[in-house]
């Protein structure tokens, strides 16, 4: 098999970070995201910007905790849809750099940038951290290695803002003193047995007889284990394209029956979500308007096009069809709009 060369890019405290893009004034200061943002409700951390790492702050930890550790933190509820518009946007960025980009989470993706053509690796990396930087102030780090496995290592290695290069050449040194969990499907209890054998690092993992592993962890796990301690994984980068849709919704500061108000916030939700479907290139046919009433009691109205469609004027009377729909007996707290059964858009000639 020809060398590959693999980039993983995971963003920097995310959640966070996009708070901080929206609230320059939180900038350098320590702040957690998570839950409803009431340290004193239950609650985990989503997040901790890196100012709050240095307390011992840390994703899943119980926000109590976090505040016990750090009171003067600024605590803030997870936003999604905030985080779902800038990943959106982060991963528009990356998929102008490779046509082989794998979108893992929110905040992670690994390029396929073997193909010369698209560019020298590192300049490559250079280029997508600075274009994430200009455009979205965000900041990323990014890993390059000959494969998936160590790229998302090196990619970890120099956060925040880090650039790690692993060159074929420097694999095993690279792996071998750190602890055999870092490797993909080595959790807890394996990392327990594996410690019963007397193996702590992937260095002693590699060393450890194939046979012996897969007589402890079966023949797949035992083999496949076996293979990463060494840095080898052949698991191609897979575009995958998730089932998406654009939607937008709010929730008022307070619960309003004014149906002009009502279908006027509507109108500007679907102009917003139908702006994103055009920006992005997708068509979309299945238009869907969702209430939630005072009482919590959420009803969705949903309305399929005879064809797909990027207009505006297909999809906003579609909405307001499905406005008309809804019973307004009952306040409503919310509404929102969404756009799916997508495809992309076929490039114009
Ligand atoms: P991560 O990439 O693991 O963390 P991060 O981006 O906040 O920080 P960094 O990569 O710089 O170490 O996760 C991405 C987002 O996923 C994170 O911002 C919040 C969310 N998340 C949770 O909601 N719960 C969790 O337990 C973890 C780990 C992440
Ligand atoms: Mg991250």
């Not at 102008?96 to 893992?104: A, M, W, Y």
Request: hydrophobic share 40%.
């Amino acid at each position: 098999m020809p060398e590959r060369v693999i980039l993983h890019i995971d963003m920097d405290a995310f959640f966070a970070a996009v708070e901080i893009q929206q609230h320059p004034e939180y900038a350098g200061k320590p702040l957690v995201v998570g839950g409803r943002g009431n340290p004193q409700e239950r609650g985990v951390v989503a997040t901790a910007s890196y100012e709050a790492r240095q307390y011992g702050i840390h994703s899943a930890m119980p926000l109590r905790e976090a505040y016990r550790r750090c009171p003067q933190a600024i605590f803030l509820p997870v936003d999604y849809q905030a985080y779902a518009e800038a990943s959106e946007k982060v991963m528009a960025i990356l998929q102008g750099f490779s046509p082989v980009t794998e979108i893992i989470g929110l905040d992670e993706a690994f390029l396929d940038i073997t193909d010369t053509a698209l560019g020298e690796p590192l300049e490559l990396a250079k280029h997508i951290k600075a274009r994430i930087k200009n455009e979205l102030d965000l900041t990323a780090s990014i890993g390059i290695a000959p494969n998936k496995l160590l790229a998302k290592m090196a990619s970890d290695m120099q956060k925040p803002d880090g650039l790690t290069v692993i060159k074929p050449e420097e694999i095993s040194k690279v792996l071998e003193n750190m602890p055999a969990s870092r490797l993909w499907g080595i959790g807890p209890k394996t990392e327990a047995r594996l410690k019963q054998l007397g193996v702590r690092t992937i260095g002693q993992l590699a060393r450890t007889p194939v046979e012996q592993l897969i007589e402890v962890f079966g023949e797949a796990f035992g083999r496949a284990m076996h293979e990463h301690a060494q840095g080898i994984d052949h698991s191609p980068v897979e575009p995958y394209h998730e089932p998406r849709s654009f939607s937008r919704e709010v929730t008022f500061q307070r619960d309003t029956r004014n149906l002009p108000f009502l279908r006027q916030i509507l109108y500007r939700l679907t102009k917003d979500a139908w702006q994103r479907l055009q920006e992005e290139g997708y068509q979309g046919k299945t238009v869907t308007v969702k209430i939630r009433y005072e009482d919590f009691v959420t009803i969705t109205h949903a309305h399929t096009l005879p064809a797909f469609t990027d207009s505006f004027d297909d999809i906003w009377p579609a909405a307001r069809a499905l406005f008309n729909r809804f019973e307004w007996k009952k306040r409503v707290r919310l509404i929102g709009i969404r756009i799916s059964s997508l495809e992309i858009k076929e490039a114009e000639r």
